[in-house]
């Protein structure tokens, strides 16, 4: 039973570490929290089933909703985040917050309210080993979220433009002092953020169904693993998430369901009343 609920944990794991790392990016960025990033997957789930049901492979439709849903993090950054010019955190956190409303509001209106059902991804049939049931599922969220967080390492590290987006969140001023166009790696780094998300939906969609308030609860649990991790580096974000997701399925299997989010959010609370910095404090140096 520890195993299976083992898994079952980094399975959830893996999707709030693809919100969180989101959500890190975005505040180390530009110093704001995205309230609105957990309805980013929402609307990110029904592209995917819309472009699915007018005829469009699966994977085909999962490419095209990641591709969109980062044209729409760029679209949000430039024309409504940019405008407040990041100067005032109350103003960005309110921007969010109406975003969020207008995102679930125009999501009821073109796809409804009811929930509806999201085609499997992977197979679904389970494979016993010694009585240990592992979902194909189950493998392919963590395979998949541990090459995106690879992927992106690679991409701060080892390319110019990651680099550049990496000096811009460390300090922007004297990023820009040296030639850094500032504005163009907050552009990017909202892009990168809802394309994570979008990849977050279309793997937490097929679990559940697609309703228009999925995101909620996922968005709380993604600033819950952000904060674990300390709000310092997408490491922290990533081991955030599977700290929660483990915490969640422990206490799903040995204590109730029902409790599950109650149990998950009183360890957050217990881990910061004795650390506050969260659980990797060396992140908060380190930006991204």
Known sequence: MFLQQLLNGLTMGSIYALLAIGVTMIFKAMGMLNVAHGDTIMVATFIALTLYNIGAPLWIAIAGTIVLTAILGLCLEKYIYRKLEFGSFVNLLIATLGVSFTLRNSSIVLWGAEPQLFPPIFSTVPIDINGLLILPQSIGIIVI????????????????????????????????????????????????????????????????????????????????????????????????????????????????????????????????????????????????
């Open 145 to 288: 979220s541990i090459l995106a967080v690879v992927l992106l390492q690679v991409f701060f590290y080892k390319t110019k433009m990651g680099k550049s987006m990496r000096a811009a969140a460390t300090d922007a001023e004297a990023a820009s002092m040296l030639g850094i166009n500032v504005s163009q790696t907050r552009f990017l780094t909202f892009g990168i953020s809802a394309g994570f998300a979008a990849v977050a939906g279309v793997l937490l969609a097929p679990m559940f169904y697609a309703t228009v308030d999925m995101g909620v609860m996922v968005g709380l649990k993604a600033f819950a693993a952000a904060i674990l991790g300390s709000f310092g580096s997408v490491r922290g974000a990533m081991a955030g998430g599977i700290i929660l997701g483990v915490v969640e399925a422990l206490s799903s299997g040995y204590i109730s369901s029902a409790y599950r989010d109650v149990i998950a959010f009183c360890v957050l609370f217990f881990i910061l009343y004795f650390k506050p910095t969260g659980l990797f404090v060396k992140g908060v140096e380190q930006k991204l």
